[in-house]
């Protein structure tokens, strides 16, 4: 248990769908990331909050549109998927230490169909 | 241009038996470095983190070294468990102003019986 819940952890969608995925913070940070996780490659920046407010933007395509409604909350909505976007879908938080550590959760594991 | 490199991509081990797994990075400026290890179809989990003084640290049967002058890093594992099949990534901070984290693609170890 790492403090950082993912739900759903399995989803699979149709192109046309749409769905969200939801990530939720337990460890008082104040600094919350979408990574994406394909095989056989890096971690995938996607986006980044600090305090709300978003900082980072990797040149998601639309079809990915996140939400912060507080800090301890992250979304990711999902629409018109496309069959390349399966992939695990990981949020993290970052420790308030000057080691920024990161923190994962469970990820979710998402095929889009 | 900022990247870690990670080898072997794969390694197959029997239980019991020692390995290392390395790490070369090309990040700048550089904070810290740590080690995940990630199961399957989980998130990954902070195995040691290496600052730019420190050379070598422990965390149980996990050793990591870092040599800052060339920029290599290493986790050996000592008497290999079965549960310690997972993939490990390396992650290399760098703050300059922001956080910013360069993900390797990760060493897949298999420990067999």
């Known amino acids: 248990e790492t403090g950082v819940t993912q739900t759903p952890r399995h989803l699979v969608m149709g192109m046309t769908n749409k769905k969200s995925l939801k990530c939720e913070q337990h460890?008082?940070?104040?600094?919350m990331y979408w990574y994406k996780q394909s095989a056989k490659k890096p971690l995938e920046l996607m986006f980044v909050?600090?305090?709300?407010?978003?900082?980072e933007n990797n040149s998601v395509p639309s079809r990915f549109s996140p939400e912060c409604p507080n800090s301890s909350h992250l979304f990711l909505h999902l629409h018109t998927l496309q069959p390349e976007d399966s992939a695990l879908y990981l949020c993290?938080?970052?420790?308030?230490?000057?080691?920024?550590?990161?923190?994962f959760g469970e990820g979710s594991r998402l095929t889009v169909l | 241009k900022n990247q870690v490199e990670q080898s072997p991509q794969s390694l197959i081990i029997l239980e019991g038996k020692n390995c290392t797994l390395q790490c070369n990075y090309t990040v700048s400026p550089f904070s810290n470095l740590r080690w995940y290890k990630q199961d399957t179809g989980r998130g990954p989990v902070s195995l040691t983190i290496m600052t730019f003084s420190e050379n070598t640290k422990s965390n149980g049967r996990y050793t990591a070294t870092l040599d800052a002058d060339t920029k290599q890093s290493s986790l050996h594992i000592t008497a290999s468990q079965l549960s310690d099949s997972a993939s490990y990534i390396c992650?290399?901070?760098?703050?300059?102003?922001?956080?910013?984290?360069?993900f390797g693609t990760g060493t897949r170890l298999k420990v067999l019986a």
């Open positions: 993290a938080s970052r420790g308030t230490s000057e080691a920024g550590e990161l923190f």
């Open positions: 992650v290399v901070s760098s703050t300059s102003g922001t956080y910013k984290y360069i």
């Open positions: 909050y600090n305090f709300k407010e978003q900082t």
């Open positions: 460890l008082g940070h104040n600094a």
